[in-house]
């Protein structure tokens, strides 16, 4: 398997941030780790939308722990949106699969190799996470955020009637080509914009 930083990576990681400064050291630790433990080939691409508590800073520290090959700096002006900050972390991807993700610790890096294994098992184009089946679920919320997710998904099952179950959830794995695509159809630039790309 080549290493991350010798060869094109397999993996492009998108990871939007905004306020993570204490988050952010463990959640590409994680990464990094469970992406070496599997010999999966990487880069983590940091979009930080010029977080006032420092994200921004973290970012450029864990760059030169990590090198260049593997953290990339995506920064921008403010914050101007998870769909657009996904937009903006893809123009920057090399990967031949992207994987979006949040960096609050609600996705646990371990199941980025199980991404790719999938795909490459089933060529489907979009792998995707869920709280919503037999072992799923999430850590760190309060009831009011579960509850809003629940609801969330209820109502889109109900009226749309998608074939994924859990669709307010983004931690999931992309064709690059086929996210580009996504993209490219979807208006939203807010947190609907994660939702829009699962259907």
């Given at each position: 398997m080549p290493s991350a930083a010798s060869k094109t990576p397999l993996c492009s990681i998108l990871l939007p941030t905004y306020n993570e400064h204490e988050n952010l050291p463990l959640i590409t630790w994680l990464i990094v780790s469970e992406c070496e433990r599997a010999g999966l080939a990487f880069e983590?691409?940091?979009?930080?939308?010029?977080s006032p508590d420092g994200t921004g800073r973290v970012a450029e520290q864990l760059q030169q722990i990590y090198g260049e090959s593997r953290i990339l700096l995506a920064?921008?002006?403010?914050?101007l949106g998870l769909g657009t900050a996904y937009v903006h972390g893809l123009s920057r991807a090399r990967g031949e699969f992207v994987v979006i993700m949040?960096?609050?610790?609600s996705h646990h890096p371990r199941f980025i190799p199980r991404f790719v294994e999938v795909q490459r098992a089933s060529g489907a184009d979009i792998v995707t996470g869920t709280r919503y089946v037999q072992g799923g679920g999430v850590h760190g919320w309060d009831l009011r955020r579960k509850?809003?997710?629940?609801?969330?998904?209820?109502?889109?099952?109900?009226l749309l009637q998608p074939r994924v179950s859990d669709l307010t959830g983004s931690f999931r794995l992309y064709r690059r080509q086929a996210l580009a695509?996504?993209?490219s159809r979807v208006r939203s630039k807010g947190c609907a914009f994660s939702s829009s790309i699962a259907l």
């Open positions: 983590l691409i940091i979009i930080d939308d010029n920064p921008r002006a403010g914050k949040d960096a609050d610790l509850l809003t997710s629940r609801v969330a998904n209820y109502l889109t099952h109900v695509e996504c993209v």
